[in-house]
């Protein structure tokens, strides 16, 4: 929240909350508010030099990503160390770090993941789910803002859902109970297409819908248009959760 306006930007408040809750889940509650800032930021500058010009000259976008990549993944060595000295085994953590690091140390020399091969899906993950989530909720919460009827009735079955759980922590069983908020994170996943298309590549000549795909040709899938097309979802344009109550099959044919 900026202290002077009263205002909040949402993209930055929902990327402090998402960093934490995928370090939690990934390497466990980091205690220190410092070195989390110092990761955080690092990680905001590997994100950005991936989409930069590979320069690796001191003062680019790309250099400074390098940078940053070597301080998470030294920062991420140590807690590795700090948990072997402390003991595998003893260590009662359930974050996704430990899982790897257990499952390495009795799996056999040629299964096991390297630590270098851990740390990659460390940050990996960290990348996939960081960026993505925070602009989802952002989406989310300007589609609810613009739509105040379903924002108010979206508040009051969260509200009777808490009580009904006396306002315990919320568990994953909580979560699969919360209908209309799923279908919400879905409408809005679909209008906002946060990865707008992603490609592949044919591994064979194949035919899709009656086009011919040679092999080796890199194809698109273009989600932004499918999300947007009539065929698909009735008025497309409209923020409408309730779109969702009933399963959307599309036969190919009809694209
Ligand atoms: C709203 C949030 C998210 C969106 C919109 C999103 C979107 C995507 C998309 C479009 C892909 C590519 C799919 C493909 O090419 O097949 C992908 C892949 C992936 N995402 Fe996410 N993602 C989100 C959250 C997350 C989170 C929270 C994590 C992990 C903590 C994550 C981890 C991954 C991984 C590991 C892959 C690669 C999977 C593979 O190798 O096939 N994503 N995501």
């Known amino acids: 929240a900026d202290g002077c306006t009263g205002r909040a930007v949402v ?22 508010a410092h070195k989390l800032g110092q990761l955080q930021s690092d990680v905001m500058d590997v994100t950005q030099a991936m989409l930069a010009l590979p320069i690796r000259l001191p003062g680019t976008r790309f250099y400074r990503g390098l940078q940053a990549r070597k301080r998470i993944m030294d920062a ?4 590795i160390c700090m948990r072997r000295e402390n003991g595998l085994k003893l260590d009662r953590r359930d974050d996704f770090l430990q899982t790897l690091l257990l499952k390495s140390h009795m799996d056999s020399p040629e299964e096991a993941l390297t630590d270098e091969q851990i740390l990659d899906n460390i940050l990996t993950l960290i990348i996939a789910g960081q960026v993505t989530t925070a602009t989802a909720i952002t989406w989310m919460v300007k589609y609810l803002g613009d739509n105040t009827d379903l924002q108010e009735k979206l508040r009051s079955i969260q509200l009777d859902l808490a009580s009904k759980h006396h306002d315990a922590p919320l568990t994953l069983q909580h979560l699969n109970t919360m209908d209309y908020a799923y279908k919400t994170v879905k409408e809005s996943l679909r209008m906002a297409t946060i990865v707008s298309w992603f490609p592949r590549v044919a591994l064979k000549d194949c035919q899709v819908a009656g086009f011919h795909i040679k092999k080796d040709w890199i194809i698109n899938v273009d989600a932004r248009s499918i999300h947007y097309d009539p065929a698909v979802y009735d008025n497309p344009t409209l923020f409408d959760p309730s779109r969702f109550n009933v399963c959307i099959v599309v036969s190919l044919k009809k694209l």
Request: proline fraction near 4%; aromatic fraction near 4%; include cysteine.
């Open 11 to 32: 993209l930055d408040a929902a990327l402090d909350v998402t960093f934490r809750a995928i370090c939690e889940m990934l390497i466990g509650p980091q205690e220190d």
């Open 76 to 79: 991420l060595r140590q807690e």
